[in-house]
């Protein structure tokens, strides 16, 4: 399989590329920065471009079989309203759309959506309000956008990121009660790419906790 892994230089986004390679994918690696990308493989490609610029996009996707859109902002910039999760969704939707393509992973986080109010509460009452607010106000109108369409997605909402080992131990959680704890980002980057072959969760939004 060839992946477009959007958000490829850090945390999720890197370890999915770092796996998917290792587990004889090839990659495409759409970033701003091509001198941020330090792995070099055989089967990896470092598209230079931006989300938020459609035609990037396009050309970033040509030969690819699915898209893995782990985009993220840092805690300053996730204060401030932004569209890049809403904006950067759409185009790929479109591109996805233009091209026929089906498949796609999309990383947002737990206080997405319907999932917001289960992260305990530091993380309710303190941590997203003060921290992740407008971000995470973006981040639902990326998962509105991705459940819009009939493309087969799955929207992957971790809890809070560490950056422990891949343990392959973990608990996916679809709905109902439930107070989402930590994960590493190793253990998200195998679900995600584990998705990518499977239906289990397919258009589903799930939460990964231990």
């Known amino acids: 399989m060839k992946l477009l892994v ?11 590329m770092k796996q998917a390679l290792e587990s004889g994918h090839a990659v495409v690696a759409l970033v701003r920065d091509p001198s ?6 055989e089967k990896l490609s470092v598209e230079r471009g931006d989300v938020l610029d459609r035609v990037s996009v396009r050309k970033a996707a040509i030969g ?8 993220g902002l840092s805690l300053a910039a996730s204060r401030k309203p ?3 999760y809403s904006r950067g969704t759409e185009n790929i939707l479109d591109v996805m759309h233009e091209k026929g393509m089906k498949r796609l992973i999309a990383v947002t986080g737990i206080g997405a959506g319907d999932s917001r109010g289960h992260g305990g509460f530091f993380y309710d009452r303190i941590f997203q309000p003060l921290f992740l607010n407008e971000g995470y106000k973006d981040k639902t109108r990326q998962e ?8 087969d997605w799955v929207i992957v909402r971790p809890g809070m990121l560490t950056d422990g080992p891949e343990t392959g131990v973990y608990r996916v959680i679809t709905g109902g009660e439930y107070v989402a704890g930590k994960i590493s980002r190793s253990d998200v980057a195998r679900f995600i790419l584990q998705q990518l072959e499977q239906e289990t969760y397919l258009r589903k939004a799930v939460v990964l906790s231990y």
């Open 64 to 71: 690819t079989d699915a898209i893995v859109c782990a985009l």
């Open 36 to 41: 941020s990308v330090s792995m070099q493989h």
């Open 6 to 16: 959007i958000g490829a230089t850090r945390g999720i986004g890197a370890l999915v």
């Open 144 to 151: 509105e956008l991705i459940r819009a369409t009939k493309l």
């Open 82 to 84: 932004t569209v890049l």
